[in-house]
Antibody, heavy 120, light 110 residues
Framework: QLQLQESGPGLVKPSETLSLTCTVS??????????WGWIRQPPGKGLEWIGS???????YYNPSLKSRVTISVDTSKNQFSLKLSSVTAADTDVYYC????????????WGRGTLVTVSS | QTVVTQEPSFSVSPGGTVTLTCGLS?????????PSWYRQTPGQAPRTLIY???SRSSGVPDRFFGSILGNKAALTITGAQADDESDYYC??????????FGGGTKLTVL
């Protein structure tokens, strides 16, 4: 059964770059059926889509975050990654990776999420 | 920027029926937005309930029903149970690979 697992530092300093990786296990990231995405959620608040990537590298980003976000894919490692630059305390969130079906544009599989705190 | 709107909170009696909605700050939701619905309990990742307006995700009971009602997407829950008490989020496809979540509805069963 395919699973997603987020990994990366749980603490990032203000103005630095947040970096997370999502490892896909039990299946291949190189599927034409899916995009792979990042979603975040401030503690106690709602979900915000950050962006998505296709295994061939095409990306889509939330316009409000686009200037600070880079999502990349490494098919050899079955992973995709998120970089968010110039972070502030407002970027303290639970970050989820997810699989999105490209035919219906919905997330059918989620990672467990990882809390990233921005603090000095 | 278009905002996806949801009721902040809703309550339903056990065994009752509730309809949550998902709208746009400007315009109407149609099937072309591929509305999907997710349920989330505290500390857990969201779980997919409905996709493409009215298709139930695997394992979701038929008490959960998605539709378009007027100019909004809707999630109807029948026979509400205590463990339906969760946060419910809709997500809409805006085109060009961009999706947007609604602000979520906190459903109370009491």
């Amino acid at each position: 059964q395919l699973q997603l697992q987020e990994s990366g530092p749980g603490l990032v300093k203000p103005s630095e770059t947040l970096s997370l990786t999502c490892t896909v296990s039990g299946g291949s990231i190189s599927s034409s059926t899916y995009y792979w995405g990042w979603i975040r959620q401030p503690p106690g608040k709602g979900l915000e889509w950050i962006g998505s990537i296709y295994y061939r590298g095409s990306t889509y980003y939330n316009p409000s975050l686009k200037s600070r976000v880079t999502i990349s894919v490494d098919t050899s490692k079955n992973q995709f990654s998120l970089k968010l630059s110039s972070v502030t305390a407002a970027d303290t969130d639970v970050y989820y990776c997810a699989r999105l079906r490209s035919s219906d544009w919905y997330s059918d599989l989620w990672g467990r999420g990882t809390l990233v705190t921005v603090s000095s | 920027q278009t905002v996806v709107t949801q009721e902040p909170s809703f309550s339903v009696s056990p065994g009752g029926t509730v309809t949550l909605t998902c709208g746009l700050s400007s315009g109407s939701v149609s099937t072309s937005y591929y509305p999907s619905w997710y349920r989330q309990t505290p500390g857990q990742a969201p779980r997919t309930l409905i996709y493409s307006t009215n298709s139930r995700s695997s394992g979701v009971p038929d008490r959960f029903f998605g539709s378009i009602l007027g100019n909004k997407a809707a999630l109807t829950i029948t026979g509400a149970q205590a463990d339906d008490e969760s946060d419910y989020y809709c997500m809409l496809y805006m085109g060009s690979g961009i999706v947007v979540f609604g602000g979520g509805t906190k459903l109370t069963v009491l």
